[in-house]
């Protein structure tokens, strides 16, 4: 039971982005890896990033490497 309250607590402090997955994973007692699984399997998602907020962020880095090749 107490390893069940444990994981819903890292997943609801993951969820609210207070904890990073490699401190999730520490509070459960697994791996980072294990903790990605664990939030796949209730749904919470990794990333919380709108696919628009992804473009831009290539389109900066495209930028910024573009200008390092000059």
């Known amino acids: 039971m107490e390893k069940r309250i444990r994981e819903l607590i890292a997943l609801e ?3 609210e982005g207070r904890i990073s997955s ?3 994973g520490e ?3 697994i791996s980072k890896w294990d ?3 664990l ?3 209730y749904n919470v ?3 919380n990033q709108t696919p628009e907020d992804l473009v831009a962020e290539v389109h900066l880095l495209e930028t910024l490497l573009n200008t ?3």
Do not use: A, C, H, N
């Open 22 to 24: 490699g401190k999730g």
């Open 13 to 15: 402090l993951f969820r």
């Open 35 to 37: 903790f990605i699984q």
């Open 68 to 70: 390092t090749e000059e």
């Open 45 to 47: 998602p990794y990333f």
């Open 27 to 29: 509070l459960v007692g």
């Open 39 to 41: 939030l796949s399997r």
